[in-house]
């Protein structure tokens, strides 16, 4: 990576734009001196100059800007019955042959929970899209690759970060990446799920501030960009396919963005990989239920209207929301703000940009109108605030004709805005996060295997098109993981059930191709066997919006298994 391209690709002057270029031509010819890089057969990326895209702004599709991406964090393997696995002598499942693909904040491979009885590492690489030194993979052109070598010699370096210095500065993908893979250390009463599996790990760069600006995200926060998401899911399919192993990649990432109807570029690369055999992915569904940034409004045909109320807290000067109308409808609104000043009714047109500037406050906001957003076919608004004014602000939506029935309205996710911006009356559900919402993969919820109890901040389903979200829970409550001080220690939050699943699922596909039984798995398969085997309470309808199908249970799969061979 050189020149030019090399400062298009990673510098915070160009915004990146994510293009179906064989679909859509026109901005490609748009932007016809800008680098394009091709990613698959459906996506394209095209770095733009930040002044250029900002000109262009009102021609682009809502689909074709990176979506913004966060963490989601805030007992044990008993709680899956991963152990009675162990024990049995038929299984003995320790995920021996499968690769865990972890895409996160990186790693922290000096912890000894990450090396082999020999001492060497079972990390057969590290992509760290932070460090531009090379080599990078060919198609993306950005970041640099550590081998397993690489890493072996830094173990036994005096100063390792000489040889490898990727680091994991934040401690949530090696939180992870231990869950999934760690050797068990007994005397703390730690046991990763897949201990004998390999692991790849994605370092991810943080989101280019020209998307950070555009999307109001604090600079202080974990901020993720789609199209790095996208190359890393790549790169990691890739890898495995290479070396023909089976592959599970887990993702410990969300989003409050988008249509939440499982559409979004990353779902459909991410559905696209989960479909190949071999191959498990798991997401979290998120932590949003309880934070009170959804808003459901049901029109009612003869009032014609419906009134959303905000509370805008003292720290939260930037941000914004996204209205997503019922189809076919169109919708429109007016605003109040907390001072009283009033903004008419802001008619729908196929593109409507309005730039509203207040008289007795220093706020301004910018509505933009998309009445077909490309992906879904359904309106978006999309309104972003800078210097927003503390209090509450009102907001009538309004339907035009009748076929508006409703509208959903999201705030973004939890370190985007504090939690004292919140809907005054919130709905707990359709609160899954993207790509949770994405067709293939497994998206899991969590609950505290101590009381069996789901975790009060559970995001809840289903999708926006009503697809079963989330599909499973699994434990992340008090959950006991490695610290970048090498110590363990309890973490809450849906990435963690997502990587107590991840390393399920590789036992799984230890069981299917490494051994055979089962060869060719794909996550829909491997989805239903853990659905089959689900914990079911039975006063309890399911699949319901809260718990899926019910709680992970892997023994009670391989039980199912057994049973169904004797007929």
């Known amino acids: ?73 805030e007992i044990s393997l008993d709680a899956s019955r991963v152990l009675n696995l162990r024990s049995t002598a038929a299984f003995n ?10 895409i996160d904040t990186g790693i922290d491979y000096t912890n000894p929970i990450f090396s082999r009885s020999d001492g060497t590492t079972k990390i057969l690489a590290i992509w760290d899209q932070s460090i ?44 992870l990446a231990g869950i999934a893979a760690g050797n068990d250390v007994v005397e703390e ?102 934070m009170g940034r959804h808003y ?67 706020t301004i906001i910018y509505v933009n109108y998309a009445i077909i957003e490309s992906q879904t076919g359904d309106q ?7 210097n927003a004014t503390p209090g509450i602000w009102v907001f009538n939506v309004y339907s035009h004709g009748d076929l508006a029935t409703g509208f959903h309205m999201w705030l973004p996710m939890d370190d985007f805005i504090t939690r004292d911006t919140y809907f005054i009356q919130p709905n707990i559900y359709t609160t899954v996060l993207s790509p949770g919402t994405a067709t293939l993969p497994i998206t899991v919820t969590t609950y505290n295997p101590v009381n069996s109890n789901l975790y009060v901040n559970s995001s809840r389903g289903y999708s926006r098109s009503n697809v079963i979200k989330p599909e499973l829970a699994a434990p992340g409550v008090n959950y006991l993981a490695p610290t970048l001080s090498h110590t363990f220690e309890p973490f809450t939050g849906s990435s963690i059930s997502t990587a107590h699943t991840a390393g399920v699922v590789a036992l799984m596909l230890e069981w299917g191709t490494v051994r055979g039984n089962d060869p060719g798995m794909d996550s829909i398969a491997i989805k239903n066997h853990l659905i089959r085997g689900a914990r079911r309470r039975q006063n309890i309808v399911y699949p319901n919006r809260d718990w899926g199908y019910g709680i992970l249970d892997v023994f009670n799969v391989f039980e199912n298994m057994r049973a169904n061979t004797r007929y």
Not at 307 to 320: H, K, R
Request: one cysteine or more; aromatic letters at 10%.
């Open 296 to 362: 459901y409004g049901a029109i009612d045909p003869a009032i014609g209207s419906n009134t959303v109320e905000l509370n805008v807290g003292d720290n939260d000067s930037g941000f914004t929301i996204e209205l997503w109308g019922n189809p076919p409808g169109i919708y429109s609104l007016d605003i109040l703000s907390p001072a009283g000043e009033y903004i008419p009714r802001i008619p729908p047109g196929l593109r409507v940009n309005r730039v509203i500037s207040f008289i007795f406050e220093n």
């Open 380 to 386: 978006l608004i999309l309104i972003r605030f800078e």
């Open 93 to 102: 499942l320790r995920g021996e042959g499968v690769i865990i693909a972890v």
């Open 132 to 175: 531009q030194t090379g080599p990078s993979p060919e198609d993306a052109n950005f970041g640099t690759i550590f081998t397993r070598e690489q890493i072996n010699q830094a173990q036994i370096a005096e100063n390792p970060l000489t040889i490898v210095p990727s680091t994991d500065t934040n401690g949530h993908g090696t939180r």
């Open 1 to 73: 990576m050189t020149g030019a391209n090399s400062e298009a690709i990673i510098g915070d002057e160009f915004f990146d734009l994510i293009i179906e270029y064989r679909t859509d031509p026109f901005v490609m010819q748009m932007f016809k001196d800008s680098p394009v890089y091709i990613m698959n057969d459906i996506y394209a990326i095209i770095h733009v100059p930040l002044n250029q895209f900002l000109e262009a702004l009102p021609s682009l599709r809502y689909s074709e800007l990176p979506l913004l991406f966060g963490l989601t964090d």
């Open 189 to 290: 009463k730690f046991y990763g799920v897949a201990p004998d599996a390999d692991l790849l790990i994605v370092k991810l760069r943080q989101a280019k501030q020209g998307a950070r600006d555009f999307f109001m995200i604090p600079e202080d926060v974990i901020c993720f960009q789609e199209n790095h998401i996208m190359w890393a899911v790549q790169y990691c399919n890739a890898f495995a396919r290479r070396l023909k192993r089976p592959l599970v990649i887990c993702l410990g990432i969300g989003s409050s963005q988008g249509g939440h109807t499982g559409r979004t570029p990353i779902s459909v690369v991410l559905d696209a990989i989960a479909d190949l055999p071999d191959t498990g992915i798991v997401i979290p569904a998120g932590n949003e239920g309880n």
